[in-house]
């Protein structure tokens, strides 16, 4: 009699530990879904509030390049802004900076005082492009590559670690391919 | 006497005019407040993007209003959401395949849970 029940006990451990598979794979598909990746980057012209022109997105295109949402009003950007500076001191990447919801005279004033490290200082007052994109917070980080698509993406602030762990040998990647 | 007939025509005209415009946005305004409480905000997930104030939200109310104008349907307009914040950003997933499991798994616990409660009720003790 113990040694029936002992079955049926396993067999509902086996079959609850199947169940849990089942839905953690589910949910590693469903969060890979609307990753923003192969998304294009929209061809629309922005305000580069540093060069005080417009750009055109498109123009971009022809390499890779990072395109880096941030806002002054944001705690954690202006916290790793330092690594922005320190990477493209030490590196040769493009890196965009879009200026998401923010007011872009604070923002140029901040960049002036603390350093630049876009070549493009982008504003999106109305947060659209961040949307076109997928964006669910500052600071958020894409890698586009030559052809304008998504190709990485990084929630939250950068550090060193990920920098040379995450973003630059998906960089590297395409510069070597 | 035909000016009078002409001018109250023309203003028979510009009150038409007025009603569907007035009308077509008010449908669009329907089809705005349905949506935005029917999406979840992506910065803080317990929220609908009607209740919140995250910049993020803000702009993706903005973004769906722009939309309806442009006459998409609400359909277009959440898979436009869906290919950019997954299917977890509508509050109620759409009936597929991948979702089966969220859909039906509550169920199945259910019916073995009841499986579980007679073997402990009836079968065990004989």
Known sequence: MNKAFNYKKIFFAVFFLLLTVMMWQVFLKTSQQGSSINLSVPKVSMNDFMQEKTLELQALEGKPYILHFWATWCGVCLKEHNNWVNLTNNNSIPVVGVNFHDDPVQARKFLLRKGNPYIHSISDNEGLLGVRLGLKGTPETFVVNDIGNIVYRHTGPVNEKILENNILPVINNMSNS | ?126
């Open chain 2, 1 to 126: 006497m035909n000016y009078l007939k002409l001018f109250l025509v023309f203003l028979a005209l510009l009150r038409c005019e007025c009603i569907l415009a007035i009308d077509g946005n008010i449908e669009v305004e329907k089809q705005f407040n349905s949506i935005i409480n029917e999406v979840r905000c992506v910065t803080c997930p317990n929220q609908s993007i009607a209740d919140s104030s995250a910049p993020v939200a803000v702009s993706m109310r903005h973004d769906i209003y722009q939309s309806l104008q442009q006459n998409k349907t609400i359909d277009e307009v959440k898979g436009y959401l869906v290919e950019r914040y997954g299917s977890s950003v509508l509050y109620e997933p759409p009936h597929s395949l991948k979702t089966s499991i969220l859909w039906y798994s509550p169920f199945i616990v259910l019916i073995l849970g009841c499986c579980v409660w007679y073997y402990i009720c009836y079968l065990k003790d004989k």
